[in-house]
């Protein structure tokens, strides 16, 4: 992990992710930026420690059947620890697609998170200096850069930072010189383009 990440997820999207209150799919992106950055990881960690610390205080009430082994299964699965931040895969759990075309010098890849709400989860891999069209979102948008970087309004985004964005915002990103772009994606209702050549490719890039 490194500390040379400079965008992170809000203090509310971690503690939702600490919590475990966020979808699949949202959750598995910020996975993919938590086991890159030491910051992030860490505030994880306090956020399970005050929410431990509730659950100390909390008046007990009886289980239903087989509520303790499911959350001690959901404990073993996701891992909490030091270690299991640090070096576990969050993707390991996951069937890629092969890599396909969606338009000029880009491709993606599924993930093979059940699509639920709208939000799918896919990979995205663009070639250096690629200008993806401007656009903005119907709802969610996070991204975790794994490879290379992109920029676009609202800044630089190299490895490891992540992008959290709604129907609110709208952007043109460019990837960087130097490297392919590859990233991680949670989109949930897909992106409207903005120009009149991009409404004119709507149907055609598949995103």
């Known amino acids: 992990m490194t500390n040379a990440i400079t965008h992170h997820p809000s203090e509310e999207t971690l503690a939702e992710y600490a919590a475990g209150t966020l979808d ?27 929410g ?6 909390a008046h007990s009430v009886a289980l239903r059947p087989g509520s303790l082994e499911a959350a001690l299964r959901r404990i073993d699965e996701r891992g909490s620890s030091e270690k299991d931040l640090q070096a576990k895969d969050p993707l390991a759990d996951y069937a890629l697609g092969p890599w396909r075309w969606v338009g000029p ?12 709400d709208g939000m799918k989860v896919f990979m995205l891999r663009a070639a ?3 200008r993806l069209p ?4 119907v709802g969610y948008e996070w991204t975790c850069v794994l490879e290379g970087a992109f920029e676009h309004e609202f800044g630089r985004y190299g490895a490891g930072d992540f992008d959290e964005a709604d129907e609110t915002m709208e952007h043109r990103p460019t990837v960087c010189q130097g490297e392919p772009c590859i990233c991680i994606v949670a989109l ?20």
């Open 24 to 50: 699949e799919a949202r959750r598995l992106v910020v996975a993919m930026h938590v086991t890159r950055c030491s910051v992030c990881a860490d505030e994880v960690r306090r956020c399970e420690a005050v």
């Open 52 to 57: 431990g610390v509730f659950l100390e205080r």
């Open 105 to 116: 010098g880009v491709r993606q890849r599924s993930v093979s998170v059940p699509e639920v």
């Open 128 to 130: 250096p200096g690629t």
């Open 134 to 137: 401007h656009h903005k979102h």
């Open 188 to 207: 949930q209702g897909g992106i409207e383009l903005q120009s009149r050549l991009g409404r004119f490719l709507q149907p055609i890039i598949r995103l």
